[in-house]
């Protein structure tokens, strides 16, 4: 098996640096364009980007006109980004070169489709930004890498996608967020909270609720601070008071005093021998040590073990009960 095809490959940083800060403004080129034209939802859920069998996708985006749709798909075993249409039209912009082509080669194919939209071209949440047309210093891209990125969030996206099923509450789909080029899984607890004091529209939108969120972060330096390689992450909004002295699993968690979360560092997740454990307990013990902190409801909150074994071992062809067979098609016929 080649390093590509492990389930969780190598992503030393200083190996893929490049490359991951022109992808990085290659997501933010199409997720601005969702952005522009998708209705807004709360926290900003009706822009990010999600994982997809080849890569990672926008979902249907409405056409400005609003009587059709498109969407925009990376894919990474071939390195091209796809836009196709609800009637069959589509494009095909080949990945690699700088930041300024790419950008040019999307509006062009949008206007093609004869979708019309205009976006900011600051990038958002890096530091020394560039506006995308402008751009010639992001122009590396390794698909070897690029490849390996996508391998890790999909392995990811898996493990989060199962503990974000543990949880009957409010909680975000896994989505991946383009700004800050991390993927992620919300949970609240149902109650507001304060915004932080002086900040922007967005952040203000974003963090207007109690909650607890885990992802994952290729790592390097960021607008909230710096670590050395990719790792797992986890806080709770608003910070309680004694959370970052709280235990949690691992035993190779620790609490990262410049951004306010704990980490899990992936390299130490690939070699714990079982590494959908490790994400696993790191999850559910951040989260709770949050949670409790906070007050929230827990037990009201939490799938109950016997809810989510008779939910898997259903069987398809019992008859469905009367609840359910007002909201879904007679299997049985009229």
Request: aromatic share 12%.
């Amino acid at each position: 098996m080649s390093a590509t095809q492990e389930p969780w490959p190598s992503l030393r940083l200083d190996a893929w640096q490049d490359t991951y800060q022109t992808l990085h403004m290659y997501t933010q080129v199409v997720g601005k364009v969702r952005l522009k034209l998708s209705p807004m939802i709360n926290q900003w859920w009706q822009t990010p980007l999600y994982l997809a069998a080849r890569g990672l996708s926008t979902s249907p985006i409405p056409y400005p006109s609003g009587d059709r749709t498109f969407d925009m798909r990376f894919d990474f075993l071939d390195h091209r980004l796809l836009i196709e249409t609800c009637d069959g039209e589509a494009r095909s912009i080949a990945l690699g070169g700088a930041v300024k082509d790419f950008y040019r080669e999307v509006m062009d194919a949008l206007r093609g489709l004869g979708v019309e939209v205009r976006i900011w071209t600051m990038p958002v949440e890096v530091l020394d930004p560039i506006p995308f047309e402008q751009d010639v210093r992001h122009a590396t891209y390794d698909p070897v890498y690029a490849h390996r990125f996508w391998q890790v969030l999909r392995q990811a996206d898996v493990v989060l996608k199962e503990f974000r099923g543990r949880f009957t509450g409010k909680s975000s789909p896994v989505h991946f967020f383009w700004g800050s080029f991390d993927l992620a899984v919300t949970r609240f607890s149902g109650r507001p909270a304060p915004p932080p004091e002086g900040t922007d529209l967005i952040t203000r939108l974003g963090y207007n609720a109690e909650l607890s969120s885990v992802g994952f972060w290729p790592g390097g330096r960021g607008i909230q601070g710096e670590i050395s390689g990719a790792a797992f992450y986890s806080y709770s909004y608003p910070a309680p008071s004694g959370f970052r002295d709280q235990p949690v699993r691992p035993d190779k968690a620790f609490y990262h005093d410049e951004l306010g979360e704990f980490l899990l560092m992936y390299d130490d997740v690939r070699g714990s021998g079982d590494p959908r454990s490790a994400i696993l307990d790191f999850a559910q013990s951040t989260y709770e040590a949050g949670a409790r902190l906070q007050g929230w409801p827990m037990a009201e909150l939490d799938l109950r073990q016997e809810e989510a074994t008779a939910a898997t071992s259903q069987n398809p062809a019992a008859p469905p009960s009367e609840l359910a067979a007002s909201k879904a098609p007679n299997p049985q016929g009229t």
